[in-house]
């Protein structure tokens, strides 16, 4: 896999255009396999594909994002965002002149269907500044259902502490690993009790949910991938793929099958 690293021209010239006659600017590619390496621009960015799966890195945060969430990053936040394979991406930019009341803080989110063909239809304004009373009347209703947005459980907070990034990395990189917190104590050389108290302290969370919120991105990233449930369970360590729908369902409220099936019907109405 060649995984390719650029910035794409859209960061360049729609994230950093200033300029209030045109307050939002939409953008589509299909992206296969790239990362765009961490950046910021002054216009907030609402993120979206139809198809694929994308990792974004903002700060010490990782968000999974699929086809059933849309992803929003203020004006000067920087982030990366990696695409995985067969990336149908759209992103509107907004401008700061029309971004007050607009959430302060980067976060995934469940995208409503009014607001995906909001997204399709702002991508048909183009890029200049001759908009027409119909379309700044679309662009308004976009602003106020942006602003109505809240965030999902569905990110992964990481950490800069050297000790417990070491475990962490561990973790990420043993996604089945059935393991204890005795056990990663152990080999970073603390006590148990430290352990615990960095992942609440750093984290905001124990060990165990930290680890279960990690399963829930790889199963979302799995799933996006069009992995069979019983493939996922096993290789997220799971005895049955009945434990992991428990799982699933219980943090998102829906099981994987239902999810998948979201995913696919919400594809065909915007296709």
Request: charged share 20%.
């Amino acid at each position: 896999m060649n995984n390719q690293i650029r910035t794409f021209r859209v960061a360049q010239d729609y994230g950093f255009q200033i300029d209030p006659s045109i307050p939002v600017l939409g953008y589509t590619e299909t992206v296969n396999y790239e990362t765009c390496i961490s950046h910021a621009h002054p216009r907030g960015q609402l993120i979206y594909a139809t198809r694929g799966v994308m990792n974004v890195v903002v700060g010490n945060n990782i968000w999974v994002v699929n086809p059933l969430q849309g992803l929003w990053i203020p004006g000067g936040v920087e982030h990366q965002v990696t695409f995985q394979k067969d990336v149908n991406y759209y992103s509107v930019f907004i401008d700061p002149s029309v971004t007050k009341g607009l959430p302060i803080n980067s976060f995934s989110f469940d995208i409503p269907m009014f607001l995906k063909q909001l997204v399709f239809k702002i991508i048909t304004f183009g890029t200049e500044g001759d908009l027409e009373a119909s379309q700044r009347r679309v662009i308004d209703v976009f602003l106020d259902e942006l602003a109505l947005i809240v965030p999902s459980a569905t990110f992964l907070p990481t950490t800069n502490d050297e000790r417990l990034q070491k475990v962490v990395e561990l973790l990420m990189n043993d996604v089945a690993s059935k393991q204890t917190i005795d056990y990663y104590a152990e080999l970073s050389f603390m006590s148990t009790r430290t352990l615990s108290r960095l992942f609440i302290k750093e984290l905001g969370m124990n060990f165990s949910d930290w680890r279960t919120r990690l399963k829930l991105l790889e199963a979302i990233k799995r799933l996006g991938e069009k992995q069979s449930i019983k493939e996922i369970a096993l290789n997220l360590g799971y005895e049955t793929p009945s434990a992991f729908i428990f799982m699933f369902k219980k943090h998102l409220g829906k099981t994987p099958s239902n999810y998948i099936l979201e995913d696919e019907n919400e594809d065909k109405i915007s296709a």
